[in-house]
């Protein structure tokens, strides 16, 4: 857009320029025509009284002289037409009396000699322009524009009490010039729509490397890099990687930054397979403790002899400890099997009674609660793991059970998603609602809404990590969305191929 600008400024500079030069050059040609012109007035060289008159002199007079003119030399006896005749093709001709009476005569130039050439006198009105020539008092040069004839140059002669001037016309500079001014125009919008496409062409052309860096750059935004093995990352071809040029030197760079990129979710992939590993391995070698200390402890404590109720205290203790860590191994070789991509056993199953028996259990462990249930009249199908889907209501219902005062209502849904390819189960209660700030981190590994991690509830932070593990392997996901009063736990997931068979065999 500079460029094109500046070529217009350029451009515009040398059309007025040429304009200018040109208009001088026909202004000077004018004159010549004028002075030629003038040449023609009896006296000027050749005598107005013809053999032996008295003549004007021998050349132009200039300004402030006076030559004078006699009436009775005059071989036209002061006619305006036959003094016209003399005269070049379209000049004018006339007098200016002492009275400041002015006549004027205008040659056509139609005819073949001086004597039947067309002439016309010049009405009063359009004569009375020539009176610049007796306000000038013989000054050189003036111009005028006489109606219905056009502009003209204009000069005069003092001849005893007349002055007698000369007028040419300027139509054929005018129109040269007029012509120029189109000519210049059209040539320079052309020029600028042509040098506005060449440089729209050539900027285009120069950006491509650019495109083709901008389109390697969105290839890899769409790449999921925040878990799991990334592959290989696309790369910007050689040929845009010239550092001689500026994009070049762009996708250079961009290069360099997906080298450093990669090698860091390398670095990252190997560390989480390696936490993952070792926490599958440490998960999996102390289960065997664990059931020992707590089979040990329960085995002691139902001896047959009498243990002191301090000991018989410190075996409980040590049972519910053995539980607990039991079932945080548990969790935890769960989900390093998730992570570990390990497939999960998959079949066609209704979730009415998935949703049925994990609220039984829920209820059962929290009696105190309001639970109600809401299915649909026809089964709703998906292909799932029966139980790891009957986990992650568990999961659900308990921590519905355990973060919300007693008299609360939960409610199981089961409905299909308003895009008709996929169902929801919601978990919906009416309690105090989650935190807003724990709400965008619920889902991560030992989250817990009591920041002391108290252990009062029994809780080891890793309930809904699970549930969220457990659907992403499903196909699905999972979201919360929780206000004072109303919380809500949606996990979508997408419905089997299989149609359901007998609704008979699938309720038994």
């Known amino acids: 857009m500079t460029t094109t600008l500046m070529l217009a400024v350029v451009s515009g500079a040398m059309a007025l320029s040429t304009t200018l030069l040109l208009q001088k050059n026909l202004d000077a040609a004018a004159r010549t025509k004028l002075d030629q012109a003038i040449s023609h007035i009896p006296g000027q060289g050749q005598g107005l009284g013809g053999q032996g008159g008295a003549g004007l002199g021998s050349g132009r007079q200039g300004p402030g002289t006076?030559?004078?003119?006699?009436k009775e030399n005059n071989q036209f006896g002061g006619d305006v037409?036959?003094?016209?005749?003399?005269?070049?093709?379209?000049?004018?001709?006339?007098?200016?009396?002492?009275?400041?009476?002015?006549?004027?005569?205008?040659?056509?130039?139609?005819?073949?000699?001086?004597?039947?050439?067309?002439?016309?006198?010049?009405?009063?009105?359009?004569?009375?322009?020539?009176?610049?020539?007796?306000?000038?008092?013989?000054?050189?040069?003036?111009?005028v524009s006489v109606p219905d004839y056009g502009d003209y140059m204009v000069s005069s002669l003092k001849s005893g009490d007349q002055i007698q001037f000369v007028a040419v016309s300027l139509s054929d500079s005018q129109s040269t010039v007029s012509e120029l001014i189109a000519i210049e125009a059209?040539?320079?919008?052309?020029?600028?729509?042509?040098?506005?496409?060449?440089?729209?062409?050539?900027?285009?052309?120069?950006?491509?490397?650019?495109?083709?860096?901008?389109a390697t750059a969105q290839r890899i935004s769409r790449v999921q890099l925040d878990r799991g093995e990334v592959g290989e990352l696309v790369r910007v071809p050689e040929g845009d990687t010239d550092t001689r040029t500026e994009a070049g030197q762009v996708g250079d760079s961009?290069?360099?930054?997906?080298?450093?990129?990669?090698?860091?979710?390398?670095?990252?992939?190997?560390?989480?397979?390696?936490?993952?590993?070792?926490?599958?391995?440490?998960?999996?070698?102390?289960?065997?403790p664990l059931a020992s200390i707590a089979g040990y402890a329960e085995l002691t404590r139902r001896g047959r002899e009498t243990v002191p109720p301090d000991t018989a205290y410190a075996l409980s203790r040590v049972e519910s400890e053995a539980a607990?860590?039991?079932?945080?191994?548990?969790?935890?070789?769960?989900?390093?099997?998730?992570?570990?991509?390990?497939p999960l056993d998959r079949e066609a199953l209704d979730l009415a009674p998935l949703v049925m028996d994990a609220v039984?259990?829920?209820?059962?462990?929290?009696?105190?609660?309001?639970?109600q249930v809401q299915l649909p009249d026809d089964p709703v199908m998906v292909d799932g793991d029966s139980h790891r889907l009957h986990q992650v209501l568990v999961n659900l219902l308990a921590n519905a059970g355990k973060h919300t005062p007693s008299g609360t209502r939960v409610t199981a849904a089961v409905l299909l998603s308003p895009d008709g390819v996929g169902c929801e189960l919601r978990i919906m209660d009416d309690g105090p609602g989650i935190p807003p700030a724990l709400l965008p981190s619920v889902f991560e590994r030992f989250a817990r809404g009591d920041s002391s991690r108290s252990r009062a509830a029994g809780s080891t932070g890793l309930g809904l990590a699970i549930v969220a593990a457990v659907t992403a392997s499903h196909g699905g996901r999972v979201s919360v969305r929780s206000t004072p009063g109303n919380t809500v736990f949606t996990v979508r997931l997408p419905l089997s191929a299989e149609p359901a068979k007998d609704l008979d065999l699938l309720a038994n």
């Open 81 to 143: 037409l036959g003094f016209a005749r003399l005269l070049p093709d379209q000049a004018i001709g006339g007098t200016i009396d002492s009275d400041g009476t002015i006549s004027a005569g205008y040659n056509s130039g139609a005819g073949n000699t001086t004597n039947n050439r067309a002439a016309a006198v010049l009405t009063t009105s359009e004569a009375a322009v020539f009176a610049v020539a007796e306000a000038r008092g013989g000054a050189h040069y003036a111009t």
């Open 66 to 70: 006076s030559t004078v003119l006699p």
């Open 324 to 342: 607990r860590m039991t079932r945080l191994v548990e969790d935890l070789l769960l989900l390093a099997r998730l992570d570990a991509g390990r």
């Open 186 to 214: 059209v040539v320079a919008v052309a020029g600028l729509l042509m040098t506005g496409f060449a440089s729209f062409a050539l900027i285009r052309l120069s950006l491509r490397p650019l495109d083709r860096v901008a």
């Open 360 to 371: 039984r259990d829920a209820h059962a462990a929290s009696p105190d609660h309001d639970w």
């Open 254 to 288: 961009l290069n360099r930054l997906i080298d450093h990129v990669a090698d860091a979710l390398s670095a990252r992939h190997a560390s989480e397979t390696r936490v993952r590993q070792f926490v599958a391995d440490a998960s999996h070698e102390l289960r065997t």
